[in-house]
């Protein structure tokens, strides 16, 4: 910060010693002044004696009030305003602070979010599957129950069919005989060839 350093105040005599060193330059100047047709420096000339001192209070006047009232004033304004830069640069720098953790906490329920969901597609995923594998066992046993009583049943209807087809094949064999030869036959003989025949069916 621009810092405006007021010089001590210079003591009487010093004042005094500057006064008559202008006014001896003065006087030094006068004749040669004089003799150039510049009467205003003119030593003699009682105005001068009088404006030298005006010069020199109000020198004096200027000097003290810049001092005392002026400067001080810069002085405040300036501090002022390095203290103000100074907070909003304190403010600036925390706001940032917050920013960058905010952004962290983002980027980490961020990642944190990637994660679960991830997760969770993963365990739904395994879900869809363990589901389908069930469900295709599920099926291939219900096939397989359907399948073993469709078995079953035509085995059944198998053995029915064998069962009956003895008497079915003597009655049908003496009927077509008894039609061919014209008389009785007997079917003691023929309901034995055709157990014979069913029995080898069943094998």
């Not at 150039?36 to 003699?44: A, E, T």
């Not at 009088?50 to 501090?79: D, H």
Request: hydrophobic share 45%; glycine share 2%; with cysteine.
């Amino acid at each position: 910060m621009l810092r405006i350093k007021v010089m001590p105040l210079p003591s009487i005599r010093r004042i005094a010693g500057l006064s008559f060193g202008i006014l001896f330059l003065f006087a030094a100047a006068t004749p040669s002044a004089y003799a150039s047709g510049m009467p205003q420096l003119d030593i003699k000339n009682p105005l001068v004696w009088g404006q030298a001192i005006w010069v020199c209070i109000v020198f004096l006047a200027l000097y003290l009030t810049l001092k005392y009232a002026a400067l001080p004033k810069i002085e405040t304004v300036l501090e002022h305003r390095k203290t103000t830069i100074k907070n909003n640069l304190e403010k600036a720098q925390n706001a940032k602070s917050q920013a960058d953790a905010s952004w962290s906490e983002v980027a980490k329920a961020r990642s944190e979010a990637q994660a679960e969901a991830a997760k969770n597609v993963n365990q739904v995923m395994d879900q869809a599957r363990k589901a389908q594998e069930q469900q295709k066992q599920d099926l291939h046993s219900r096939f397989n129950s359907e399948l073993n009583l469709a078995e079953q049943r035509i085995q059944k209807a198998r053995n029915k069919s064998l069962t009956s087809l003895p008497e079915v094949a003597t009655e049908t064999t003496a009927a077509l005989l008894e039609n061919l030869l014209g008389e009785k036959v007997d079917n003691s003989h023929l309901a034995e060839r055709a157990r014979i025949l069913a029995q080898s069916y069943q094998a």
